[in-house]
Each structure stands twice: as structure tokens, then as C-alpha cells.
């Protein structure tokens, strides 16, 4: 406790350890604890809010950004791939300065699990989300033809989500999905998401110009993603849930 007061985020900062911001009165807040940081670029980093203990905390967390915008690169030059596109274009939109963020959540057990989500439904406003699912405890669920899945646990394996910018350069090919968290009577949940956004200072980012997106795409797309091995965990059978 005493660690997380030392990073406890600023009333009008999102930068920190805490819940949801109050906007009003009648706001429904999320049934989470959160930790935001922001690693990337360099000067935005608040140095303050970002845990000492344990003391390797700081380093891994800048190891696991750079291992993770490496993926991001493959991924990246694949999707542009699929598309019949010139690899670097959408890295190109990318920027020289790319927002990298860091929002641990703590999901802690809700004796009102049918009244309150863990994260209210959503679509991640960044280019790409990469996120490590907690081990044993379910919660992530996606809306796909308004049918709500589970987002099954596969120990160690990361989520790879398409963010709004990715939707927005692809002209809605790569789609942005809706997902939100649920809450879990008994068991506490933990997940570490890693966002990466376009810096908003470079020039020419927008829809890129696809001319269309035929049977031979989607076959070319299918071949990238399983040479990457891609795993969406997604379960399409037995998981809906309404
Ligand atoms: O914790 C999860 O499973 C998902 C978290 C999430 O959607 C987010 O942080 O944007
Ligand atoms: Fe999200």
C-alpha cells in the first residue's frame, strides 16, 4: 500500500496508480485499480509515479517496451504486406516519436459481479495493444456479430489487438474491436497492457490508399498471420455468451 501511495496519480493526471477519473455524478466506474505509465517518448515519462520496488521494476518494464515494439514492427510490416502494400507504410505513419504506454490492471474480486464491469466495453484508441492476460483468471471478453466471446487464456501468450489507428489507416480493414472485462466473485485478476500510438506530430498519417481488399488479400493476410503465429485467442465455438 505504501508503495502504491508513493505513485498515486495526480487528481487531473492519467499518469499513475489509481481508478477511473470522476466526471460526474452519475459516472459508472470501472471495478479496477490501475497503473498507467507512460514510457514512450522519453520526456513524458513521470519518473515519480514509477514503482522502486521491486527494484527491477523500472528496467524490465523499458526491456519489455522494446522487445514488444520490435513485435509491433513484424506485425506491422505483415498487416501492410497482406494488403499488397510497401511493408513500411504503415510504420511510416507511425512516426519518429511513437507513444508507448504501459496500464497495469488490478482487477480485485466484485460480490456484485452481474451489477459492475472490471472495464466498460471499448475499443483501445491506440494503433496496436499487446496484453498479457492474467494466468488463471478469464475476464476479457470481445463483441463480435453483437455476440459477446471469451478471450481464452493461453498461459504466457499475448493478446494482439488492432486499436482505433489501425482501423483508421486501414480504412476498416483491420478492424478495431469492442471488448470489455468482467468482474470475478472470488478471484482477483491481473493483466499488463502495452499501447502503442502514432505521434501525433507526424506528417501524412490517415487512411492509406488501399484499392481493394479481394479474396486474394484475405488469403495473403491469412498466410502472414500464420507464419507469424499470430495468437488472437479468440474462442469462436461454446463461448458466446448471449
Ligand atoms: O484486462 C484486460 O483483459 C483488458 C484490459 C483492456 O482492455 C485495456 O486496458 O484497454
Ligand atoms: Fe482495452
Partial sequence: ???????????DDID??????????????????RLYLNVKPENKRKMKVWPEKPTNFRQILLDITAKLENVNEIVF?????????????????????????????????CPTPDLVLAAKAHGDASAMTYLLQD?????????????????????NAIVVNVGDQVEIMTNGIFKSPIHRVATNRERERMTIAVFFTPDATSEGRGPLMLSKFDAESNLRLKSELLQLNILLGIEQRDATLS
Wanted: aromatic residues 10%; negative net charge.
Fill in 16 to 33: 499513475g496508480y489509481g481508478n477511473d477519473t470522476v466526471y460526474s455524478e452519475n459516472q459508472t466506474l470501472d471495478w479496477n485499480d
Fill in 135 to 155: 494466468k488463471e483468471v478469464e475476464g476479457l471478453q470481445a463483441l463480435k456479430d453483437d455476440k459477446w466471446y471469451k478471450v481464452r487464456i493461453v498461459p
Fill in 1 to 11: 500500500m505504501e508503495e502504491k501511495k508513493k505513485c498515486a496519480r495526480d487528481v
Fill in 77 to 109: 510490416k505483415a498487416m501492410a504486406k497482406s494488403l499488397g502494400l510497401e511493408e513500411d507504410c504503415l510504420l511510416k505513419q507511425y512516426g519518429e516519436n511513437p507513444i508507448a504506454l504501459a496500464r497495469f490492471n488490478l482487477y480485485p474480486p
